[in-house]
């Protein structure tokens, strides 16, 4: 069927097209350029989710600034373990500067929760969030997103970055899973 596509025992249907993503990222980097002009940025990414989203942001995003990554780990297959790991650190001297947060999919706000905390430790001059997508009905932590995508149902999503078992982060288009 079309817009169907199967991943290992899931089949997903096409949810958030390409071009409606390109629109979101495009408005995101516009209200990000427009707010932080002449601000001392770095960019932090969350691995390995948001790399495509960072990727886009960041060639859109018209300033100067820093980029950086960190890397977690928390999902099993479709679920979340709820123990959020520290695979990569942070690298990057943050000291007097303003961070912006990049995360693909907030879902539990568990991970955005450590990763706050971690930088906030290093003594930045603000934090701030950017985020594709948000499940508000599964966040159990309580976070402040200051520039937001959408928020989506509770679906587990796949595409543009996000995996089912490491795979389907190629995908242009999100997807969302289907009923077995
Ligand atoms: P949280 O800690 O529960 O907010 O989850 C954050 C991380 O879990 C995201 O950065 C994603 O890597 C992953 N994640 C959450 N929801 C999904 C999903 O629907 N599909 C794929 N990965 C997800």
Do not use: W
């Amino acid at each position: 069927m079309k817009g169907i596509i199967k991943i290992q025992d899931k089949e997903f249907e096409i949810f958030i097209k390409s071009f409606e993503i390109s629109e979101m990222v495009n408005r995101l980097a516009k209200e990000l350029a427009n707010d932080l002009k002449g601000k001392d940025v770095v960019f932090v990414g969350i691995l390995n989710g948001a790399f495509i989203f960072a990727a886009d942001l960041i060639r859109k995003v018209n300033m100067d600034c820093n980029v950086s990554f960190v890397k977690t780990a928390s999902y099993k297959g479709a679920r979340t373990s709820g123990n959020v790991k520290t695979l990569i650190g942070l690298q990057q001297e943050v000291k007097g500067k303003t961070i912006v947060i990049i995360e693909d999919i907030i879902d539990t706000g568990l991970t955005l929760d450590t990763v706050i905390k971690e930088i906030d430790c290093h003594n930045p001059a603000e934090i701030l969030v950017v985020a594709l997508l948000f499940k508000c009905e599964a966040c159990i932590k309580k976070v402040r997103i200051d520039y937001l995508g959408r928020e989506i149902p509770n679906n587990f999503v796949i595409g543009y970055g996000l995996d089912y078992n490491g795979f389907g982060r190629n995908l242009r288009d999100v997807y969302k899973m289907r009923a077995s």
